[in-house]
């Protein structure tokens, strides 16, 4: 009998002290973890995906709140032994000196371990934190490319030049797609309609592109003008955020100017989406466009929590810069076509994420598989790897140098990824030979949709990511610094061409492959010669 006393004063000893850890764990502000041997992290910032995975020789630190990233970002951290790092807030984290250090300044951090690999501690988090809606966007964004306008018309978008664009890219036996009319459409920022100068007969121009198989968006922003009509309605209603005039302890019940923020485009009021009422403002202005002209659906920009990391900055709700931009972010749930190009903490939501704007570089188009899979691992299913070619506007003004095969080869990396979006007209800037090429990417995107829309409505299902590194399909095999060549699912590897070279390695994990309807041996790596039109995809032979 004293010996079964003892046995269970210990097990209640024992049952107390895990209480204890667990109460202690959930409420650190502070975590600091020593790196496992061959440990590999992924999260936060997807912007630095291209710096991923974090390992003990990394030295990188960055800080969430007031995220400057430009792009998706998430308070998650998950390593290929299974271990996770979670906050419902921001934090700061730094790999450095054999540890990873996370820091909260106002939420708790959670951490543990799921398995001992990438696959468990992702299965895990994005049940509990971020679990799938089941939902989706628009499909067209998926089996059609995309063709934005920004590249093309910049800041003069119009009726006659957009009916042009469609019209090439049909005479050029290009797919209709979603087009996107960007920047500059209307008067002003906040005024929800069109430019009649611009845009005459904006209800026709829209039925005649959906008589050709298009659909509709339309570039908006949280900002609105100065001194402009909805300002001034928006400032009566105090519908704007605010500006506490350098009075820390100013409440919103007392503030009565609006703030202005600076932006790319100036500076402007914005709304304040935390208001209700400011919410419906805004999408009673989308639906108005929506009703009146036929609009499709819409592009998000901006919104990013460094515009909202103001100290004067006063709202109806007080939230965090963060917060803001997932404010922005739920305005898009009520459009199934929509696209951003900044975000936070909305996994597992039926939002396109778009990576932000790179150069026509080489350098820049070998970051977007590293950066999709940041996406796709922060529960991002929806995702696009920025414009072909590049959107980074200066690159293409006149005088720029166009590398032709630079072009064809970032057609082909977006090929076989969840979305792929035009900007800059290849008609225009490309020769037949590279053009045809480009033509070639669409086509195997064409062939090979009913695989990739499978594996993408599973996703949708499931959570788990449609973009996948190879580590994540095999993990602890030694697979976890490839960079330049993805898992679309289970059993398709894609492995296109990001140098100027036309020879690459594709590493191929255990198990028979085929490619050019040959049997290739797994476990190995093949140095391959690879043709203009060429994209070196590899589908698992099945057993």
């Not at 030694?478 to 059993?491: A, P, Q, T």
Request: with cysteine.
């Amino acid at each position: 009998m004293m010996i079964l006393k003892k046995n269970i004063y210990c097990f209640v000893l024992m049952i107390t002290a895990i209480l204890c850890f667990s109460l202690n764990a959930m409420a650190q502000k502070k975590i600091q973890l020593k790196l496992l041997p061959a440990e590999q992290w992924w999260g936060g910032a997807g912007e630095y995906g291209y710096k991923m995975p974090f390992n003990r020789s990394s030295d990188f630190k960055y800080d969430l709140y007031g995220d400057a990233s430009l792009n998706q970002s998430s308070p998650l951290l998950i390593s290929n032994k299974g271990r996770w790092i979670w906050s419902e807030g921001t934090f700061s984290y730094a790999f450095k000196n054999d540890s990873l250090i996370v820091v909260s300044k106002n939420e708790n951090i959670q951490s543990g371990t799921a398995g001992n690999d990438l696959v468990h501690a992702y299965d895990y988090v994005s049940k509990k934190f971020f679990p799938t809606s089941g939902k989706w966007p628009d499909s067209l964004l998926v089996t059609a490319p995309q063709y934005n306008l920004w590249i093309e018309l910049q800041y003069n978008p119009n009726q006659k030049a957009v009916l042009q664009y469609a019209d090439d890219v049909l005479k050029n036996d290009l797919p209709p797609g979603v087009l996107m009319i960007d920047d500059n459409w209307s008067n002003y920022y906040g005024e929800f309609d069109f430019n009649k100068e611009k845009f005459p007969d904006a209800k026709n121009t829209i039925a005649t592109l959906h008589s050709k198989g298009f659909k509709v968006m339309l570039w908006i922003c949280p900002f609105i003008t100065p001194d402009s009509e909805n300002f001034r309605e928006l400032q009566r209603k105090k519908l704007l955020l605010m500006d506490n005039e350098g009075d820390a302890n100013k409440l919103y019940s007392n503030a009565r100017k609006s703030l202005l923020i600076e932006w790319w485009n100036g500076y402007s009021a914005c709304l304040d989406l935390t208001n209700p009422a400011a919410q419906k403002w805004l999408t009673d202005k989308l639906s108005f466009l929506q009703k009146e002209y036929g609009v499709d659906g819409f592009k998000f920009d901006a919104g990013d929590a460094f515009f909202y990391n103001y100290k004067n900055l006063v709202s109806y709700k007080k939230i965090t810069p963060n917060e803001q931009t997932e404010e922005w972010a739920k305005i898009g749930l009520s459009f199934p076509l929509n696209e951003y190009r900044a975000m936070w903490k909305m996994g597992g939501q039926p939002l396109v994420q778009r990576l932000a704007d790179k150069s026509h570089s080489w350098e820049d188009l070998q970051m977007l598989i590293p950066n999709t899979i940041a996406q796709q691992l922060m529960g991002y299913t929806f995702t696009c790897p920025d414009m072909i070619g590049g959107g980074q506007v200066n690159s293409f003004i006149s005088g720029s140098i166009i590398n032709q095969k630079l072009m064809v080869r970032s057609a082909q990396v977006h090929a076989l990824m969840p979305m792929m979006q035009f900007s800059v007209a290849p008609w225009r800037i490309l020769d037949e030979v590279h053009l045809n090429a480009i033509k070639a990417s669409v086509k195997l995107r064409q062939q090979m949709m009913p695989q990739l829309m499978k594996i993408m409505r599973m996703a949708a299902k499931t959570g788990e990511p449609v973009v996948r590194p190879l580590e994540y399909n095999y993990p602890n095999q030694g697979y976890e610094n490839s960079k330049d060549e993805f898992m679309l699912g289970d059993d398709i590897l894609v492995a296109p061409v990001v140098t100027e070279s036309d020879e690459r390695n594709v590493v191929l994990p255990q198990g028979e492959w085929i490619y050019q309807n040959k049997k290739w041996q797994g476990g190995k790596t093949y140095q391959l010669k690879v043709g203009l039109n060429e994209v070196p995809v590899f589908i698992k032979a099945k057993k």
